[in-house]
């Protein structure tokens, strides 16, 4: 085979691969829209990330001044989520905080996935030897809790918001690891990998050009389950004084400054909760959403 069949080859052979899966990707979204709760989930998700973007703008009060007028204020028009022990304004403290935790989890799940998806495409598609070596360092992560892990990283690191979103990221390094390498098992051998490779096509272009693409479904699903999972984590660490410090607003460290008046100001802690768990519900809403729809076979 001369270099103008091998080259006619390769372009008849990417033609005919992107046709379907731009069919698929189309399909995909169609189905993603008619789920109802996932789209539920994306409207609630969309409130956090204009609170996150716009937060300082829009909030009605300075999120760290203090009024000791007004301590312990009740639920009002003036403060419709009441004010803390300080006086501050929960309501703005919240909308503020919002840009902490989806921060934290964007940061923190991004790094989780390169990192992890990079290590699960080269165990997978490597030899048994890199393979072993990997995945037996990943199981050594994944054997620890979640909460532990990040803890023990931040004993490492020091406080600070910085150093939780690394923490956090690496929690969750080993997941996606094992998400890619099932992945790349599943269709290392298959017609199409093969067929790059006998037109030439080296390691690293099949992996990010035949091989990522294929195992990109899964990898966006656990995004979205772990984004909803990081917030959570970062809410857990800045309500044991290990992330977010004081006097920036976070959801978690709200909450741990909620607990000790919630006889006297329960809403303290309430809201900053409600908070949590409408963006964690958001995330796992449009999580299942995309998995139904990215899977043909759960299709309803």
Known sequence: MDLQDRSAGR?????????????????????????????????????????????????PYDPNGMDFANRFASPSFAHWMGT?????????????GARVSLLSGVVAVSVATAVGTSLGL????????????????????????????AIAVLAALGKGIENAMIAIGVVYIPIFARIARAAVLGIRNE???????ALGAGNIRILATH?????????????????????????????????????????GRMLSEGRDFFRQSGWMGVFPGLAIFFTVM??????????DALDPKLRR
């Open 84 to 96: 803390d022990d300080f006086g501050r304004d929960i309501f703005s403290r919240i909308i503020v």
């Open 211 to 251: 091989v990522l693409p294929n195992v990109l479904s899964p990898i966006i699903v656990e995004i979205t389950l772990s984004l909803a999972f990081a917030i959570l984590a970062e809410a857990a660490l800045s309500f044991f004084g290990l992330g977010t410090q004081p006097p920036d607003p976070s959801w």
């Open 11 to 59: 372009q008849a052979y990417m033609d005919d691969s992107l046709g379907p899966a731009n069919t698929l990707w189309r399909d995909a979204l169609r189905r993603l829209l008619r789920h109802r709760l996932a789209m539920f989930g994306a409207v609630v998700l969309t409130l956090v990330a204009i609170m996150g973007v716009f937060g300082t703008a829009i909030a």
């Open 122 to 149: 080269i165990a997978g598609y490597s030899t048994r030897l890199t393979d072993e070596v990997i995945m037996r360092a990943m199981d050594v992560l994944y054997a620890f809790p979640a909460i532990l892990l």
């Open 282 to 291: 958001g995330f796992n809403f449009l999580g299942d959403g995309l998995r």
């Open 191 to 197: 017609e199409f990998i093969i067929a790059a490779r």
